[in-house]
């Protein structure tokens, strides 16, 4: 599974419930894949897509057309270049009639079709930059406070909010994955705010809640609406977050590189739903899983920038020699090294910057930030 250096978003996983299929599954980093000559045979999933920037794309999907040129022994998920990001997602299912929602981007210079709407990033996965905001005269004084703050804003979108509560008065985020042609629902989050998120203490776990995810868990009620989505934003691989209101599924994200927690979340009333889960995205993931062959794949790398961040450099170095040393059962352990190591490294970088400073020729003055 290729994703950037920071989010590897499968390891709490790997190292417990999931660690039987840790060998068979490698989180190697981009920067790392673009320097590799050879590349073993194998299924290959592009994730973190939303978190690469233009030339990083374009990088992948020229790593993507090499090994697409090898034929049936290599399986590839998610076209870099052919996925369709969030916002071009969420408008293309708006246009299609699949969303009744609309997303924006500030320099479109359009007023929202409808309020309230709530701005958040393009590309991050975090909590929303804002509450709901009622109405234009809002959204811009919000928009206008984020820059006065020193926030840059240009990266950000603005989405009509839709959601419904239930007849509790609770707010439910669904959830489902694709893994290759198999939709496994995830779960239900449940909780008393317009923005569920699992980790928040508004979620609500009950008798009742249980109930509901243990039929949609069972009854996977919208794999057909699902399997048209995804088909939309061509991903393989990927969860997709979403509500249902008036009937109608409506889609929130998808991510192509989501968190998949060790234990159940909400506590152990949750676990029969977790277990359940797991055994379906494991039986998924297996079913990717080629023969592996020790040919290995003669790949000409693109030329790369040379990095002056000697703190890149180490992390990089490090990923490299977990990649070459190939996988294993204590691919867990030898990660939590890695990060060991890697805060070593940025306990001594300020004095190894300064001797680099120092050599450095020619010498140039900055100016500090304030």
Not at 30 to 54: C, M, N, V, W
Not at 83 to 108: A, P, S, W
Not at 228 to 236: K, Q, S
Request: hydrophobic share 40%; glycine share 6%; proline share 6%.
């Amino acid at each position: 599974m290729l994703t950037t250096a920071s989010h590897l978003c499968l390891e709490d996983f790997l190292a417990a419930r999931g660690a039987a299929f840790a060998p068979h599954l490698v989180p190697l980093p981009y920067a790392t894949a673009f320097r590799l000559h050879k590349l073993p045979q194998g299924t290959y999933i592009f994730a973190d897509l939303e978190r690469l920037s233009g030339p990083e794309l374009s990088q992948a999907g020229w790593l993507w057309d090499q090994l697409a040129r090898r034929g049936d022994g290599v399986q590839l998920l998610n076209h870099p270049t052919q996925v369709k990001q969030r916002f071009e997602l969420l408008r293309t299912l708006h246009t299609q009639g699949l969303n009744d929602f609309d997303v924006y981007r500030l320099d479109e210079q359009r007023v929202p079709a409808r309020f309230p709407v709530f701005v958040r990033s393009e590309q991050e996965h975090n909590a929303v930059a804002s509450g709901l905001l009622p109405d234009a005269p809002a959204l811009a004084d919000f928009l206008q406070r984020r820059r006065s703050a020193g926030h840059n804003v240009c990266g950000s979108i603005i989405t009509e909010f839709c959601g419904e509560p239930d007849e509790r008065g609770l707010y439910r985020r669904y959830a489902a994955f694709k893994v290759g042609q198999r939709i496994i629902p995830t779960d239900i989050f449940f909780g008393h705010g317009w923005e569920v998120r699992g980790m928040a203490r508004t979620f609500v776990v009950d008798e009742d809640t249980l109930a509901a995810e243990t039929a949609f868990l069972h009854g996977n009620p919208h794999e057909a609406e699902l399997r048209e989505v995804f088909a939309t934003a061509r991903i393989d691989y990927g969860r997709v977050d979403y509500g249902v209101v008036g009937g109608r599924i409506q889609v929130y994200e998808i991510n192509t590189n989501p968190y998949v927690a060790a234990s159940p979340l909400g506590g152990e009333r949750r676990a029969a739903l977790y277990e359940h889960f797991c055994r379906h995205f494991l039986d998924a993931l297996t079913s990717l899983n080629n023969q592996h062959s020790t040919l290995l794949l003669s790949i000409k790398p693109q030329p790369a920038e040379k990095r002056a961040d000697v703190r890149k450099w180490i992390k990089q170095t490090l990923y490299n020699a977990l990649w070459n040393s190939g996988p294993s059962h204590s691919y867990a352990q030898r990660l939590r090294h890695i990060r060991q190591l890697m805060v070593r490294a940025r306990q001594v970088m300020p004095s190894m910057q300064k001797r680099l400073v120092r050599r450095a020729e020619p010498k140039t003055v900055l100016e500090k930030m304030p």
